[in-house]
C-alpha cells in the first residue's frame, strides 16, 4: 500500500516564527502536492514538483515555500507564519502517468498559528 | 484554466437510499480524467472512482457511480444503498493529466442519518 506521512498532526506556532511541514512517501512517486483546506474553498493547491529540484507554482504560493532534495520527500516552508495561515495543510503523491494519476493523501496538518 | 464546482455544500440522505453528488466543471482540454475524494472525519481522503474522458461508459465501483456527462460537462456521483461509513466530505477533482495540476471542487458534506 501507498504510504504518505505528514510529520505532524497538530502544530500551533506563533506569529512570524519559520514554520517548516514535512511529507514523506514511500512509493517511488514523481509527483508531490501540498493543499491548504479550508471550509467553504474546499483544497486549494500552493506548491506541486513533478521531480527532484522541480517545483511548480499552484494557485495560492504566496507567504509559502517548497524543498524537493529527495524524491520521497516533498517540505513546505512558511517563512514567516500569520494567522490567515491557520489552516489543515494535505500533502499528496501520485505516480507520473499511473493509474490515471490517483493522488494519495497523507493524514494531514492541523497548523494554527496565534 | 480549469474550474470545478459543486453546488451542494451540505446533504444528507436515510441509511439504505440512494443520494446524488453534483459536479459539473470547464475546461477547454479533450483529454482529462475525472475523480470523486472522499475524506472520512479525521480520517484520509481516499479515491472513490475516476473517470476517464474519452470512455463512453460510466464508470462504476460497487455501490458507488457516476454520470458523466462531457458534452455537458458534468459529473456526478450516485451512492446507492447508502451506508453510515459514507458519511465524510466529497470532492470532485480534474486532471488534464501530464504536468498539469489537479482541481478540485468545494467539498459536499454528506451525513448518513440512520
Known amino acids: 500500500d501507498v504510504k504518505v506521512t505528514q510529520s505532524s498532526r497538530y502544530l500551533v506556532k506563533r506569529t512570524g516564527e519559520k514554520v517548516f511541514l514535512e511529507c514523506v512517501q514511500d512509493?517511488?512517486?514523481?509527483?508531490m502536492f501540498w493543499y491548504r483546506q479550508d471550509p467553504g474553498l474546499g483544497l486549494r493547491l500552493i506548491y506541486f514538483?513533478?521531480?527532484?529540484?522541480?517545483?511548480e507554482k499552484g494557485d495560492i504560493p504566496e507567504g509559502y515555500s517548497v524543498s524537493r532534495e529527495k524524491k520521497e520527500r516533498f517540505s513546505l516552508i512558511l517563512e514567516s507564519a500569520s494567522t490567515n495561515q491557520t489552516s489543515m495543510y494535505l500533502c499528496?503523491?501520485?505516480?507520473?502517468?499511473?493509474?490515471?494519476?490517483?493522488?494519495?493523501f497523507g493524514p494531514g496538518t492541523r497548523l494554527t498559528v496565534t | 484554466a480549469q474550474t470545478v464546482t459543486q453546488s451542494q455544500p451540505e446533504m444528507s440522505v436515510q441509511e439504505a437510499e440512494t443520494v446524488t453528488l453534483s459536479c459539473t466543471y470547464d475546461?477547454?482540454?479533450?483529454?482529462?480524467?475525472l475523480f470523486w475524494y472522499k475524506q472520512p472525519p479525521s480520517r484520509q481522503m481516499i479515491l472513490v472512482i475516476r473517470?476517464?474522458?474519452?470512455?463512453?461508459q460510466n464508470a462504476t465501483e460497487n455501490r458507488f457511480s457516476v454520470n458523466f456527462q462531457k458534452a455537458a460537462k458534468s459529473f456526478s456521483l450516485k451512492i446507492s444503498d447508502s451506508q453510515l461509513g459514507d458519511t465524510a466530505m466529497y470532492f470532485c477533482?480534474?486532471?488534464?493529466?501530464?504536468?498539469?495540476?489537479?482541481?478540485f471542487g468545494t467539498g459536499t458534506k454528506l451525513q448518513v442519518i440512520p
Open positions: 499528496a503523491s501520485s505516480l507520473r502517468g499511473g493509474r490515471m494519476n490517483e493522488q494519495y
Open positions: 512509493m517511488d512517486h514523481e509527483n
Open positions: 514538483s513533478y521531480d527532484v529540484k522541480m517545483k
Open positions: 475546461t477547454s482540454e479533450n483529454n482529462y480524467y
Open positions: 473517470q476517464e474522458a474519452y470512455k463512453q
Open positions: 477533482a480534474f486532471d488534464a493529466g501530464g504536468y498539469q495540476k489537479v482541481t
